[in-house]
């Protein structure tokens, strides 16, 4: 069965936005069939993803996580789940939604967007950052223009 790309939308909520950051990270480097297939479990491991859930998550749930066989169990990938969760519950509350700090990027370019949530969330790099705002309809270059 050929990869289905998912339709892009905006996501209802700030727990939405969370799980297509997280699922952009955990995405590289690894199949995208394998992440869509474990998908379900992600859900249920990370608490549906709710910010406020996984940003207070301690060593027992990081443990949890990284023995967890329905998930990919890349500690540092789980590790930079529970960071970024942290750090979208303090943007959260400085801007009153994940969707309301995005704007305040609307001045910037595709390349200083990427810059700056690289530089606020472990584990995006440069494609992580074009499959997160590609998946929530974001404004992004075409692929093969992605560095610019």
């Given amino acids: ?51 406020a859930s996984v940003a207070g998550y301690g060593a027992p749930d990081l443990e949890r996580l990284a023995t967890d066989p329905g998930i990919v169990r890349n500690r540092r990938k789980i590790e930079a789940t529970v960071h970024n969760a942290r750090v979208m519950w303090d943007l959260i509350r400085e801007y009153g939604s994940f969707h309301a700090y995005l704007r305040s990027l609307d001045g910037l370019d595709y390349a200083g967007r990427r810059l700056e949530l690289g530089r606020r969330f472990d584990n995006l790099g440069p494609t992580g950052v074009f499959v997160f705002l590609w998946s929530v309809a974001e404004e992004v270059p075409e692929w093969e223009d992605r560095a610019n």
Avoid at 1 to 16: S, V
């Fill in 1 to 51: 069965m050929p990869y289905e790309i998912p339709p892009r939308e905006k996501p209802a909520n700030d727990n939405r936005y969370f799980e297509e950051l997280t699922r952009a990270i955990f995405q590289a480097g690894f199949s995208w069939r394998v992440i869509r297939d474990k998908w379900p479990n992600f859900q249920k491991a990370f608490d549906g993803f709710d910010i």
